[in-house]
């Protein structure tokens, strides 16, 4: 039985893509290295280290200096985030939050992203889940379950009783790798391993209820 919902948040909640693109693309302008929108792609659901070393192609660099260069696209990156109002949620997500609570349905946030906080007190619904486990609580980001497992142990509960709502293939990979019933929206539909994909994160609702 499903006694709890775990979202991803950059996709699912809501879209921040278009700014991490942006600040990537920004430090690799100036770094001249080639980024375009289809190698954003493989950053989605990777931690901000493993993102800079996709976007950096094998070329070396000091760790001090990709230290700087992880915070330089961070600050870029809150800067387009401190822009973000709580009309960036759209009624379809606050309203299938509310539905799930309704039934009873523990509610977490499983994000790689160290900045999710910051992201939902900028569209005030930090106190619209049970639990938020972020990248700053875990040493692996996906593939590896270790946020979505934070997640559920936070809401009390067993990975088998937890839908996991992805929209990245790499979610994918770790919430089926943590135990969890997969959930895939978005780009994550074309994985295999998802339990069932829908369109809209309302369309969960109706699983919920079949489950």
């Known amino acids: 039985m499903i006694k709890g919902v775990i979202f991803d948040l950059d996709g699912v909640i809501l879209s921040t893509d278009e700014y991490h693109y942006q600040a ?5 302008d100036r770094l001249k290295i080639p980024f375009d929108r289809e190698k954003n792609n493989l950053l989605r659901g ?7 070393e996709i976007v950096l192609g094998g070329r070396k660099f000091s760790d001090e200096q990709k230290a700087e260069f992880a915070a330089e696209k961070n600050e870029t990156y809150r800067a ?6 709580p009309d960036d949620v759209s009624d379809d997500v606050r309203n299938t939050i509310k539905a799930v609570k309704s039934r009873g349905i523990k509610t977490a946030i499983g994000s790689s992203s160290k900045n999710t906080k910051f992201i939902l007190e900028r569209v005030g ?3 619209e889940f049970d639990a938020i486990a972020d990248g700053n609580d875990i040493k692996k980001s996906k593939p ?13 509960l067993s990975p088998s009783e937890c839908f996991v709502i992805e929209d990245a293939l790499a979610g994918i990979d770790a919430a089926s790798a943590g135990g969890f019933v997969p959930i895939a929206i978005g780009d994550a539909v074309k994985h295999p391993a998802a339990f069932k994909t829908i369109k809209r994160l309302s369309d969960i ?3 919920i209820d079949d489950k």
């Open 24 to 28: 990537w693309k920004k430090l690799a």
């Open 46 to 52: 990777v931690s901000r280290m493993e993102s800079l």
């Open 205 to 207: 609702l109706t699983i």
């Open 80 to 85: 387009l985030l401190s822009e973000m109002t």
């Open 144 to 156: 590896d379950p270790e946020v979505f497992l934070v997640a559920a142990e936070r809401i009390n």
């Open 125 to 127: 619904m930090i106190d």
